[in-house]
């Protein structure tokens, strides 16, 4: 019988010596091998997994895109040895600076999603998609959008002094068509129910006053119990409205100078777009977004604080 070779003995008969078996084994056996035993240990993490779908419903890698025109992503994610648990999408421009336009928790092995953003005034973006696991362990894919530099700024509808009253109002309609400043009650805004984006209600949140906007379609469900109404309705749009200007409050001014679309598109953050904007008090400009990606905004002139009471303001929208 072939004798093995004495060194190849000797360290497998020593197999403590680690770096040193596998380094010397590599004079005497096939490279396959040694590249087998550099393989990942069973049960040794890795990273999750994300694409960006293709296709025509999606925006490809190096469009051009007018400033309000849709960017459409479609993530696919899937976690390897744990489940994802965020999801964060940024956009990132040639000086470095960051912009984070969706921020989103979760505990799943895997997810589909489909996405519109909307292109803003920033000549170029890097849209950078970043999954994480429970581990810790990240995954990243990413695209590049260009501005269109024939962009021009769009015009808007302007409609002063609006008034819609609370679910016990009586003498105001409850329903808005922000598109057209037409204000209905239930029942005729269950005939216009595909252009309905704007609800107001009042309720007392931890005993404070809070005049409300909202929307048909708000998100769990808590707005049919001012109308119930809504309970049989087959279309339910959903309007975003950006609760950061809390904290970072829109002048009065700017509103009032606002005459295109300019204004509208820099003022909404979708990473802050919640379902609906509480403490509407008088001096507020809100930022919204309807389900078909119109931007708006709304100056509050009055708010009564009874559920009897009424919402007094001036509304802004693309066109």
Same mark, same amino acid.
């Given at each position: 019988?072939?004798?093995?070779?004495?060194?190849?003995?000797?360290?497998?008969?020593?197999?403590?010596?680690?770096?040193?078996?596998?380094?010397?084994?590599?004079?005497?056996?096939?490279?396959?091998?040694?590249?087998?035993?550099?393989?990942?240990?069973?049960?040794?993490?890795?990273?999750?997994?994300?694409?960006?779908?293709?296709?025509?419903?999606?925006?490809?890698?190096?469009?051009?895109?007018?400033?309000?025109?849709?960017?459409?992503?479609?993530?696919?994610? !899937?976690?390897?040895?744990?489940?994802?648990? %965020?999801?964060?999408?940024?956009?990132?421009?040639?000086?470095?600076?960051?912009?984070?336009?969706?921020?989103?928790?979760? %505990?799943?092995?895997?997810?589909?999603?489909?996405?519109?953003?909307?292109?803003?005034?920033?000549?170029?973006?890097?849209?950078?998609?970043?999954?994480?696991?429970?581990?810790?362990?990240?995954?990243?894919?990413?695209?590049?959008?260009?501005?269109?530099?024939?962009? !021009?700024?769009?015009?808007?509808?302007?409609?002063?002094?609006?008034?819609?009253?609370?679910?016990?109002?009586?003498?105001?309609?409850?329903?808005?068509?922000?598109?057209?400043?037409?204000?209905?009650?239930?029942?005729?805004?269950?005939? %216009?129910?595909?252009?309905?984006?704007?609800?107001?209600?009042?309720?007392?949140?931890?005993?404070?006053?809070?005049?409300?906007?909202?929307?048909?379609?708000?998100?769990?469900?808590?707005?049919?119990?001012?109308?119930?109404?809504?309970?049989?309705? !087959?279309?339910?749009?959903?309007?975003?409205?950006?609760?950061?200007?809390?904290?970072?409050?829109?002048?009065?001014?700017?509103?009032?100078?606002?005459?295109?679309?300019?204004?509208?598109?820099?003022?909404?953050?979708?990473?802050?777009?919640?379902?609906?904007?509480?403490?509407?008090?008088?001096?507020?400009?809100?930022?919204?977004?309807?389900?078909?990606?119109?931007?708006?905004?709304?100056?509050?002139?009055?708010?009564?604080?009874?559920?009897?009471?009424?919402?007094?303001?001036?509304?802004?929208?693309?066109?």
């Amino acid at each position: 019988m072939k004798k093995i070779p004495r060194p190849i003995l000797s360290i497998l008969h020593d197999k403590k010596r680690g770096n040193v078996f596998i380094l010397l084994m590599a004079f005497f056996l096939p490279l396959s091998f040694v590249t087998l035993s550099g393989c990942q240990k069973e049960g040794d993490s890795q990273p999750p997994l994300v694409l960006l779908k293709t296709g025509s419903s999606y925006t490809p890698d190096r469009s051009i895109v007018a400033v309000g025109g849709a960017i459409r992503l479609g993530i696919e994610a !899937t976690g390897m040895n744990a489940n994802i648990t %965020n999801l964060v999408v940024k956009k990132i421009m040639p000086d470095g600076t960051v912009k984070v336009v969706l921020d989103s928790g979760m %505990n799943v092995m895997g997810f589909s999603l489909d996405r519109t953003f909307f292109q803003s005034v920033e000549p170029e973006a890097r849209w950078t998609v970043q999954v994480m696991d429970k581990n810790r362990l990240f995954a990243t894919t990413a695209i590049t959008i260009f501005k269109d530099p024939n962009s !021009t700024w769009g015009g808007i509808f302007e409609y002063a002094g609006l008034t819609m009253g609370y679910q016990d109002n009586t003498a105001y309609g409850h329903y808005l068509d922000p598109a057209t400043g037409k204000c209905y009650f239930a029942d005729t805004a269950s005939l %216009n129910q595909s252009s309905i984006d704007v609800v107001a209600y009042y309720f007392n949140d931890d005993n404070l006053p809070s005049p409300t906007f909202s929307s048909p379609g708000e998100q769990g469900g808590a707005i049919t119990a001012y109308y119930p109404e809504l309970s049989t309705w !087959t279309t339910l749009r959903y309007t975003k409205w950006d609760v950061s200007v809390d904290g970072d409050p829109i002048p009065v001014s700017v509103f009032d100078a606002c005459h295109n679309d300019s204004t509208l598109i820099v003022s909404y953050d979708d990473v802050w777009g919640k379902r609906k904007f509480k403490y509407a008090d008088a001096g507020k400009v809100i930022p919204f977004m309807t389900a078909t990606g119109k931007r708006g905004l709304i100056k509050v002139i009055s708010a009564d604080h009874t559920t009897s009471g009424k919402i007094v303001f001036d509304l802004k929208i693309q066109q």
